[in-house]
């Protein structure tokens, strides 16, 4: 009996490509709205730097100049003289001030954010409920009380602590590090650095530090952002001498108000700057960790 020959396999004909995604009407108007807005949030940001290397009486020439001008040192002088020379120190008020809250806040916020999500103690469901409820309640209506606490019992009126301290474990930072921590270390992870040893505070430093980046970034950006922006608590704490002063405070006072139509305008771009330039370079560097901690366990493996 003689066999057949094997025929060749013959593959199956394979579906119709569909047409690529990047073509669809869907996904162009997308690509177009995101570059719009894109565009819309770096138009005012590049106008910003070119103003302020503008003399004054250009700056609201029409049409508008659109490129840099030599400006810069005549706009930095009459910022240092708006400032009595200051502006320097007041920039670094700022910096000592925000730098502070920053490490306190991310130090302690996640050392009780890892207490709560890793350890069992009598009262912790109702101490952590009373920390949520704390977010409940209005910044404005701790005003008053704050500044009576910082006036009549400390006596640190005046004094730049009085915008940190307060904040170093404040309810949303370990709340965040909570629940952050609970997402993304396992109990048995802390288990076995103890079998090997290591402290609680050595657990902490070595173990949990380094896995919780991505949270860390993000609330040492938003904390950073927002005690560099205070603007509220400087003025009722009353940091208004030179030597202590913060930027916010420093730019509402050599633009004289809003409504001031007389106001140095290149002094007063130049000091926008001075302020905004550590915002985008604390972006530009933490952006990629912000991003990972804002998406963490939003996209499922």
């Known amino acids: 009996m003689t066999s057949k020959p094997l025929r060749a396999a013959v593959p199956a004909p394979s579906p119709r490509t569909p047409r690529r995604a990047w073509r669809s009407p869907g996904r162009i108007l997308m690509g177009l709205f995101v570059a719009l807005a894109c565009f819309l949030s770096v138009v005012p940001f590049y106008l910003m730097f070119v103003w302020a290397t503008l003399p004054s009486d250009q700056i609201f020439a029409v049409p508008p100049h659109l490129w840099f001008g030599s400006a810069i040192a005549e706009n930095f002088g009459k910022m240092m003289d708006a400032t009595d020379g200051f502006a320097l120190r007041q920039f670094w008020n700022s910096l000592y001030i925000a730098l502070l809250a920053t490490a306190t806040t991310l130090f302690f916020c996640s050392l009780a954010g890892f207490a709560f999500a890793m350890y069992d103690f009598r009262g912790k469901r109702a101490m952590f409920t009373f920390i949520l409820l704390t977010m409940l309640i209005p910044p404005l209506v701790m005003d008053i009380p704050s500044f009576l606490v910082m006036n009549n019992v400390l006596q640190w009126i005046g004094k730049p602590r009085t915008l940190w301290v307060p904040g170093m474990a404040n309810a949303f930072g370990i709340f965040l590090m909570r629940q952050y921590i609970m997402a993304a270390l396992p109990r048995t992870l802390i288990e076995a650095a103890r079998l090997d040893g290591a402290t609680e505070f050595g657990i902490f ?12 970034a993000t609330l040492g950006v938003v904390t950073f952002v927002g005690s ?27 633009t004289g108000g809003a409504t001031n139509v007389n106001a140095d305008w290149g002094a007063t771009l130049m000091m926008v700057v001075l302020t905004v330039i550590p915002l985008l370079v604390i972006f530009l560097f933490a952006s990629r960790q912000v991003i990972s901690g804002l998406t963490s366990g939003a996209v499922k493996d």
């Open 205 to 216: 430093t070595r173990v949990v530090l380094p896995l919780i980046r991505p949270i860390l």
């Open 228 to 254: 560099w922006n205070n603007f509220k608590g400087a003025l009722i704490m009353k940091l208004s001498e030179d030597p202590t002063m913060t930027l916010p405070l420093s730019l509402r006072r050599i």
